[in-house]
């Protein structure tokens, strides 16, 4: 289908997906840096392009809260958040997951405090992870526009029931200008389809939310989540190859590859980084150098079997990460160390702490990433402590 | 047992099934010649399960989770409270 190409905002971009998306219910609290997303629904809500409910809160809790009330009733519910909001939301987008409800969120991701600060990272998502929400990371404005029309489809399906994240990164996407294709409102809203809930609060036949649950069953609804990510998995890869059959778009399913094949070293990251990797990685191949990237789209459901796979044979693989567990080191680069537990194949695994707190991660230092990487190669082995890009030393003396 | 749905959702009225007396260590004995029918064991008690019957209160101890709050409202002492041993 052919599309409309104009230079968005990112914010706007993903207003005019939500759009045409037709949410019944839009809740909002502003924060920096996804008020502009929310700004531009409320124009659409105003003007009457959209026909949503369109609640103001009083904080990130109710906001949250409100979709949660919304999905319930069986309304197709969203709302924005970044940052500190998406902390204050925790409580409840637990509860999200648990009772089922598909919520679609626009994570603009933003480091935490304190410092207080506005700059991107993955911090806050991650705090997340652990919700039962799903979390689809994205690298360009395009691809943000894309997987918002994707994920009302993907949370509402039957068997995966899920809230979804679609994170962004603060400022470097949500705030850029890029050239985008927006696809008529018709064929997006068909695309999209509705919300067809198979429980919904309704005074004719009663259901209580929130029920209390003892010892013998509460354990057997975490597992449900778990089952209901793997019915995601499936869904992720269905949704996006249809979306790329009707629109002409493809920016991975649960990963994305880019000259993998005979890759000696593969880097592995999430978000707007992925777009400089790509950039990074055409130069050094162009040097004749044997370099490939693994984008990992989805954090939730993790893809471990498809990163395996894509990594092939490959001796050496740098994880750059934009979170912190503290301790423990880079959060993705942790994971990716339990997927590749017990595979025939045991590359050497170097974690990176790159962009946190939004440090300046450009292809320069992409292509010192793959340096360090390449030296670190025999001695960092698989428990080998996090390199830090940037770390000015000189601070802690 | 409560009957739930997916999510945890149940049909309302749901609830009613819940054996909150299980979780009690301590059983509430009420002493019907002492008991006056007052009525404030039934006013305090958070899970609503003392009933005033004609001849005195009485506890349904399949809800009674035996905080024994009724103890502390009794303004004749006609409540003590026995050690649950199932
Ligand atoms: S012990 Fe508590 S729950 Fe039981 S009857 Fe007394 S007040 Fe009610
Ligand atoms: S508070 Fe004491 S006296 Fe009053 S009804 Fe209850 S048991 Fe009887």
Same mark, same amino acid.
């Given at each position: 289908?052919?599309?409309?190409?104009?230079?968005?905002?990112?914010?706007?971009?993903?207003?005019?997906?939500?759009?045409?998306?037709?949410?019944?219910?839009?809740?909002?609290?502003?924060?920096?840096?996804?008020?502009?997303?929310?700004?531009?629904?409320?124009?659409?809500?105003?003007?009457?392009?959209?026909?949503?409910?369109?609640?103001?809160?009083?904080?990130?809790?109710?906001?949250?809260?409100?979709?949660?009330?919304?999905?319930?009733?069986?309304?197709?519910?969203?709302?924005?958040?970044?940052?500190?909001?998406?902390?204050?939301?925790?409580?409840?987008?637990?509860?999200?997951?648990?009772?089922?409800?598909?919520?679609?969120? #626009?994570?603009?991701?933003?480091?935490?405090?304190?410092?207080?600060?506005?700059?991107?990272?993955?911090?806050?998502?991650?705090?997340?992870?652990?919700?039962?929400? @799903?979390?689809?990371?994205?690298?360009?404005?395009?691809?943000?526009?894309?997987?918002?029309?994707?994920?009302?489809?993907?949370?509402?399906?039957?068997?995966?029931? @899920?809230?979804?994240?679609?994170?962004?990164?603060?400022?470097?996407?949500?705030?850029?200008?890029?050239?985008? #294709?927006?696809?008529?409102?018709?064929?997006?809203?068909?695309?999209?389809?509705?919300?067809?809930?198979?429980?919904?609060?309704?005074?004719?036949?009663?259901?209580?939310?929130?029920?209390?649950?003892?010892?013998?069953?509460?354990?057997?609804?975490?597992?449900?989540?778990?089952?209901?990510?793997?019915?995601?998995?499936?869904?992720?890869?269905?949704?996006?190859?249809?979306?790329?059959?009707?629109?002409?778009?493809?920016?991975?399913? *649960?990963?994305?590859?880019?000259?993998?094949?005979?890759?000696?070293?593969?880097?592995?990251?999430?978000?707007?980084?992925?777009? #400089?990797?790509?950039?990074?990685?055409?130069? *050094?191949?162009?040097?004749?150098?044997?370099?490939? *990237?693994?984008?990992?789209?989805?954090?939730?459901?993790?893809?471990?079997?498809?990163?395996?796979?894509?990594?092939?044979?490959?001796?050496?693989?740098?994880?750059?990460?934009?979170?912190?567990?503290?301790?423990?080191?880079?959060?993705?680069?942790?994971?990716?160390?339990?997927?590749?537990?017990?595979?025939?194949?045991?590359?050497?695994?170097?974690?990176?702490?790159?962009? @946190?707190?939004?440090?300046?991660?450009?292809?320069?230092?992409?292509?010192?990433?793959?340096?360090?990487?390449?030296?670190?190669?025999?001695?960092?082995?698989?428990?080998?402590?996090?390199?830090?890009?940037? @770390?000015?030393?000189?601070?802690?003396? | 047992?409560?009957?739930?749905?997916?999510?945890?959702?149940?049909?309302?009225?749901?609830?009613? !099934?819940?054996?909150?007396? !299980?979780?009690?260590?301590?059983?509430?004995?009420?002493?019907?010649? %002492?008991?006056? !029918?007052?009525? !404030?064991?039934?006013?305090?008690?958070?899970?609503?399960?003392?009933?005033?019957?004609?001849?005195?209160?009485?506890?349904?101890?399949?809800?009674? %989770?035996?905080?024994?709050?009724?103890?502390?409202?009794?303004?004749?002492?006609?409540?003590?409270?026995?050690?649950?041993?199932?």
């Amino acid at each position: 289908m052919k599309g409309k190409t104009a230079i968005l905002e990112g914010s706007r971009a993903v207003a005019e997906a939500v759009r045409a998306c037709r949410p019944d219910v839009i809740s909002v609290y502003p924060i920096t840096p996804q008020t502009h997303i929310l700004e531009d629904l409320a124009r659409f809500v105003s003007s009457g392009q959209l026909k949503s409910q369109f609640v103001r809160a009083d904080s990130e809790f109710s906001a949250a809260s409100i979709v949660y009330g919304a999905s319930a009733a069986g309304a197709r519910a969203y709302t924005a958040s970044a940052s500190q909001g998406l902390l204050l939301m925790n409580e409840v987008i637990y509860a999200m997951a648990s009772t089922r409800l598909p919520v679609v969120l #626009t994570a603009v991701n933003r480091a935490i405090s304190a410092p207080i600060t506005i700059q991107p990272d993955h911090q806050d998502t991650m705090s997340l992870r652990d919700t039962g929400a @799903l979390q689809i990371h994205v690298e360009s404005l395009q691809e943000a526009y894309d997987a918002h029309v994707q994920s009302f489809r993907i949370a509402e399906d039957p068997e995966v029931l @899920l809230p979804i994240f679609i994170c962004m990164d603060g400022w470097v996407l949500s705030h850029s200008y890029e050239p985008v #294709t927006v696809f008529p409102d018709e064929a997006i809203s068909e695309f999209a389809g509705t919300f067809q809930p198979v429980q919904k609060l309704d005074p004719a036949k009663p259901l209580t939310y929130g029920s209390y649950a003892d010892q013998d069953v509460l354990m057997e609804y975490r597992y449900a989540l778990m089952l209901a990510q793997e019915k995601a998995r499936e869904k992720i890869r269905s949704v996006t190859k249809e979306y790329k059959e009707v629109f002409g778009h493809f920016d991975g399913d *649960l990963i994305d590859t880019h000259r993998t094949e005979d890759a000696e070293i593969i880097l592995v990251a999430m978000g707007s980084m992925v777009s #400089t990797i790509r950039a990074a990685v055409d130069e *050094l191949r162009a040097e004749g150098r044997k370099v490939g *990237l693994v984008k990992v789209r989805t954090f939730r459901p993790f893809p471990e079997e498809e990163i395996i796979k894509a990594c092939g044979k490959a001796p050496l693989i740098a994880v750059l990460d934009k979170s912190l567990s503290v301790n423990t080191g880079g959060i993705l680069a942790t994971e990716i160390k339990a997927a590749f537990y017990g595979n025939p194949v045991q590359p050497v695994i170097v974690p990176f702490m790159a962009g @946190l707190g939004g440090k300046e991660v450009n292809r320069r230092v992409i292509k010192e990433i793959v340096d360090i990487a390449c030296r670190a190669g025999d001695k960092q082995g698989p428990r080998g402590d996090t390199i830090w890009m940037g @770390l000015d030393h000189g601070f802690f003396s | 047992m409560m009957d739930l749905l997916l999510g945890g959702v149940c049909k309302a009225g749901e609830s009613k !099934k819940l054996e909150t007396g !299980k979780w009690r260590s301590f059983r509430p004995v009420v002493d019907r010649n %002492k008991c006056i !029918k007052c009525g !404030k064991c039934a006013d305090y008690c958070p899970d609503s399960c003392m009933e005033i019957k004609e001849d005195g209160a009485e506890v349904n101890l399949y809800y009674c %989770k035996g905080c024994l709050i009724c103890i502390r409202e009794c303004p004749v002492k006609a409540i003590t409270k026995e050690v649950e041993e199932k």
